[in-house]
């Protein structure tokens, strides 16, 4: 055998301890719920679908080493739990609870011996971690010029300046009322709607994705209940979104299942609903890899509502979040800044048509009441675009509207600007493209 062992030390056994720098990494990815680790290894841990419950050996010897990733970023979600198998931790039986849940972190211990047990050398975050390519442009497609009568097939590409393109005629299904949101960091993803009235008697699943240049393709087979009226954000840090709520049926009937979209812009089957079951639902992202879905006219009843619903990194849908806010529909939510959002306009309990706002921060926390400039509308659409501001525009106010308001990346929302384009409602709008 030939070559140079470094800094290796012998244990009390006469054995030769692992170097530091010469761990064996584990060359399969743990997903399982549990894992019994060895000391000399390092493991990378994705806990995307469930916690994991991980094992220390029964037996160590001073200077053992095991390492843990998060592979994907994800035990902010789905934390790891460490079971010390009888051995202490930090100085602490095994009795205590020992726990990591900060997404980015890498857990490296080193056994010290019998008294303080297993010590952790780093359990920092990555700090340079990665954080998705901004979009630059924008594209406003389909909707009403007459509030949900007339579905129109047109789209407007929205400059990474905020300037509104006047209409480009769609090769797809003229529809309103659908979900749009960006994917694969630089292209779009339409699905859901309405092909024609705004009774949902014309629902389908078919989608529509919009190329990295804004080319609005033809109609794809989608998957998941036919529906309308729901709203979609991005979430993850690998291009994915979610759909989700929307209005079902003739009447007050909706749902709150939602449906993953891949980073391809595959639209998955139906994920069981959370949540209070709504529909003219606004939602967008926040934060680095989490979405928000918000407000919206309660199904079972017709009133307005507040609540709203946070997206993990991974995609899921949590329960109700209590209210903050004058109760609305048919709201719009745009991103802008580092990690912000807005809802922003809609139908509000004894307002009618607002121009109020609620800013989202970057842990998600929803605030009172603000107001925008601009004329007071709902069934608008909003998106972001140049890197760090935010656009809304058009929407209903006795009719159709053809304007748009600029959100600076500090969230002021300026004065109405007349729209290049038809007039129309029930649209909606999506960032694309990392070049300006």
């Known amino acids: 055998m030939s070559g140079i062992v470094q800094n290796n030390t012998v244990r009390s ?6 170097a530091a720098g010469g761990l064996n990494w584990d060359s399969a990815v743990i997903t399982g719920s549990t894992l019994s680790a060895e000391a000399g290894k390092g493991y990378f841990i994705n806990t995307t679908s469930n916690t994991c419950t991980i094992t220390l050996p029964s037996a160590a010897e001073t200077g053992d080493q095991i390492v843990f990733m998060d592979y994907a970023r994800t035990w902010g979600t789905n934390k790891i739990i460490i079971d010390s198998n009888g051995l202490n931790y930090q100085g ?4 205590y609870t020992v726990e990591y849940e900060t997404s ?49 097939g047109v789209s407007n590409l929205i400059s990474s300046s905020g300037v509104v393109a006047s209409d480009t005629s769609a090769v797809a299904t003229a529809k309103l009322m659908m979900m749009a949101a960006t994917y694969g960091f630089d292209k779009a993803v339409y699905a859901f709607g309405d092909n024609g009235s705004s009774a949902g008697s014309a629902n389908n699943n078919t989608r529509n994705l919009v190329s990295n240049v804004g080319v609005v393709a033809s109609d794809a087979s989608g998957a998941g209940t036919a529906r309308s009226g729901g709203a979609a954000t991005e979430y993850g840090t690998s291009g ?14 909706g749902t709150s299942v939602s ?4 980073s391809s812009g595959v639209v998955a089957s139906d994920t069981t609903g959370v949540g209070t079951v709504r529909y003219y639902v606004a939602g967008g992202r926040y934060g680095v890899g989490l979405g928000i879905f918000g407000f919206g006219q309660i199904a079972s009843n017709g009133n307005r509502t507040a609540i709203t619903n946070k997206v993990s990194s ?6 109700d979040t209590s209210g903050v806010g ?44 603000g107001s925008a400039a601009g004329t007071g509308r709902m069934d ?54 990392n070049s300006a």
């Open 13 to 18: 056994s006469g054995t030769i301890a692992v």
């Open 92 to 95: 602490q039986a095994d009795s």
């Open 104 to 152: 980015g972190e890498t857990l490296d211990i080193v056994y010290s011996g019998a008294t303080k047990g297993w010590i952790p050398q780093n359990d920092d975050t990555v700090a340079d971690a990665p954080v998705a390519p901004t979009t630059q442009k924008a594209i406003m497609i389909f909707g009403s010029d007459d509030n949900g009568a007339t579905a129109t």
């Open 240 to 253: 994915q979104a979610v759909m989700a709520f929307g209005y079902i049926t003739s009447g007050n009937a």
């Open 259 to 262: 449906n993953l979209v891949s």
């Open 314 to 319: 991974s995609g899921v849908v949590a329960t």
């Open 326 to 369: 004058t109760a609305g529909f048919s709201r719009s939510f745009a991103e802008y800044g580092d990690g912000l959002g807005m809802f922003i306009y809609g139908n509000g309990e004894g307002l009618g048509y607002s121009n109020y706002t609620n800013r989202v921060s970057n842990t998600g926390v929803v605030a009172s009441n």
């Open 380 to 433: 608008g659409s909003a998106s972001s675009y140049g890197g760090d501001k935010g656009i809304a525009g058009f929407g209903y106010n006795g009719s159709a509207l053809g304007v748009t308001n600029l959100i600076s990346n500090t969230g002021t929302v300026a004065s109405d600007t007349s729209a290049v384009g038809d007039a129309r409602a029930k649209g909606d709008m999506a960032g694309y493209s």
